[in-house]
């Protein structure tokens, strides 16, 4: 039987990612299959490390960069455990599409003559590694975004000019801060989906339970963060795609409002489409570690290198009033309140996912906080015009970059193919839709403040990043916990919450479905194969809300744990 050409590349390309890792770095053995070995974080992927391997790769961003940028870690050495540990992360769990170790080595090297030369590092994130999803352009890297179609050209166009020496505007921004980067992460192909698999690389799987997906479209950023094959890194997110596979993975992760981070030469599914904006943000271990990256970003003033930016640097003023709010209610002066929202009224989230919204509110009640139940505009409507934005071409772009290679459409892609591809007019109205949703919210939210007991409305929500902790492979069926506030364009932050646990989290027994979806994911909830599956929750604020978003994140996050 002939192999399709499709296939062939796709699987020359497969090899060669494996290839690029040094032989002293890859498995001896076979790997356990999921069913023997769930969970390939901590001490089994340490077992292939040494010691100060080990100590380096589970220190935070935060952390990492107080050693390099004072002369106490050297790049190069730090370069080299992340990009080892990178390595296993992949044979593990499929997380990776580029690896380009040797370059990143040499980009460490050069960081340590400096600081030997000048007694100083390059910036605030001097020899810090960091990785990217595989949207954004590297010199002397490709970018396939999981498209086979895509391989050996510049997105898809053979012969561009562009090909293998252009670079996306993050990048230029991270290497001037002194990052050094060192892989690019895999996604979904087509981006718009809630799992990570492609004709490329196959099922990108969860570390802390293989049986389970890593999330999408950010999946492949989340996996290796989780198993600290990263320090940090950037994703994007259009319809939840930072925030669900930072919840999935037990990661911090911020969807940002559109015009805080430089999306300019970044490629993308559906460019062009401006009804919601895909948004960059970074995935990392820690909380602090957002703030950190995101801070450094705006450092570089990215509004005067992409036309899209607002000119909005780091707001200190909202960090210190937001950590004033809080000081004020550790000394029993509570001065902040927050919403929960239980579920959207179409599907309940499962057992494990509920537990953990209950354990939030009732830590946020302990510490005094006023914790109301958030009852917004019909979510089903706004779920209506998400889907609609989004199948505004009839999938015409994905279609067309499907094609180039012949490739079998993938799973699980939330954009309906058989859709009408709208006339000008048509999207015009589609768009006065969505901003009179938008005005509706936004009154709803104000009107809270006669609940809060605060003088103002509530500071934030609490809501579920999906319906289930993780998810089984191709049973990602409900976008809508995330996808809501891409159409708001709202500020939201993911934080850790607790792991499922069959002996706690059983089958819901007297629930009242909503519908024929929630019967079908409440079906689908197996409490033994999501055993040990992180959990996390979205911490949602209004629009350009990122300082106190940030801030708010790190304090629920340390208050959960602690």
């Known amino acids: ?41 901590g001490s089994y992927i340490q077992q292939f490390l040494t010691p100060r391997e080990v100590d380096i790769t589970e220190t935070d961003a935060v952390g990492i960069a107080e050693k390099t940028t004072s002369g106490q870690w050297s790049a190069v050495e730090v370069t080299e455990a992340f990009c080892h540990r990178a390595a296993l992360a992949h044979q593990l769990v499929h997380c990776l599409h580029e690896v380009f170790f040797e370059a990143a080595i040499e980009d460490a090297k050069r960081l340590d003559a400096y600081y030997a030369e000048h007694n100083k590092p390059v910036g605030p994130l001097h020899g810090l590694p960091v990785s990217l999803k595989d949207q954004f352009h590297v010199k002397g890297v490709e970018t396939t975004m999981g498209y086979v179609g895509w391989i050996g050209t510049f997105q898809g166009k053979k012969g561009d000019a562009r090909r293998g020496v252009f670079e996306s505007e993050l990048v230029r921004e991270l290497r001037s801060l002194g990052a050094v980067l060192f892989c690019k992460t895999s996604v979904p192909v087509t981006l718009m989906a809630g799992e990570t698999v492609n004709n490329i690389i196959g099922y990108a799987t969860n570390p802390q339970n293989r049986l389970l997906s890593c999330g999408g479209s950010s999946g492949g950023e989340g996996a290796l963060i989780a198993l600290r094959g990263s320090p940090g890194g950037f994703g994007t997110d259009i319809g939840g795609s930072i925030r669900i596979p930072a919840s999935f993975n037990g990661l911090f992760g911020v969807r940002p409002s559109s015009g805080r981070m430089p999306y300019e030469g970044a490629a993308n599914s559906m460019d062009g489409q401006n009804s919601i904006l895909s948004v960059i943000g970074p995935l990392a271990a820690t909380a602090r570690s957002l703030t950190f990256l995101f801070k450094a970003v705006l450092s570089q003033q990215p509004w005067y290198h992409d036309p899209l930016v607002l000119e909005v640097p780091w707001r200190d003023d909202i960090e210190r009033e937001t950590r004033a709010l809080i000081q004020a209610s550790a000394a029993g002066e509570s001065k902040l309140s927050f919403a929960i929202l239980h579920h959207d009224g179409i599907v309940h989230p499962q057992p494990p996912v509920a537990r953990a919204l209950g354990q939030v509110e009732q830590r946020l009640k302990q510490l005094g906080h006023k914790v109301i139940a958030w009852n917004p505009p019909s979510l089903k409507v706004g779920y209506g015009l998400t889907g609609r934005i989004f199948d505004q071409d009839g999938g015409a772009d994905i279609q067309h ?44 939210w104000n009107s809270t403040a006669e609940l809060t007991g605060t003088g103002r409305p509530v500071d934030g929500v609490i809501s579920p990043c999906a319906p289930h902790a993780a998810v089984l492979p191709l049973k990602y069926r409900h976008v809508g916990y995330t996808s809501l506030f891409n159409l708001l364009d709202y500020t939201s932050v993911v934080f850790p919450v607790t792991h499922a646990d069959q002996t706690v989290d059983v089958p819901h027994s007297d629930l009242q479905v909503l519908g024929e979806m929630d019967q079908t994911i409440q079906d689908e909830y197996d409490a033994e194969a999501y055993h040990h599956a992180p959990v996390g929750l ?11 978003m940030l801030t708010l994140a790190e304090y629920i996050g340390e208050a959960v744990r602690g």
């Open 1 to 41: 039987m002939t192999v399709p050409q499709w296939k062939s590349l796709a699987e020359t390309k497969r090899q060669s990612i494996l290839d690029a890792i040094p032989p002293k770095w890859r498995f001896q053995d076979p790997v356990p299959e999921p069913a023997e070995l769930r969970d390939v974080t």
């Open 401 to 444: 970059h499907i094609q180039l290679s012949g490739e079998i459409n993938p799973p699980q892609t939330i954009v309906d193919a058989d859709a009408a591809h709208l006339k000008a007019q048509e999207l015009a109205a589609l768009n006065v839709e969505k901003r009179e949703y938008q005005k509706l919210y936004m009154d709803y």
């Open 538 to 548: 979205q911490l949602v604020g209004r629009r350009l809300q990122e300082e106190k």
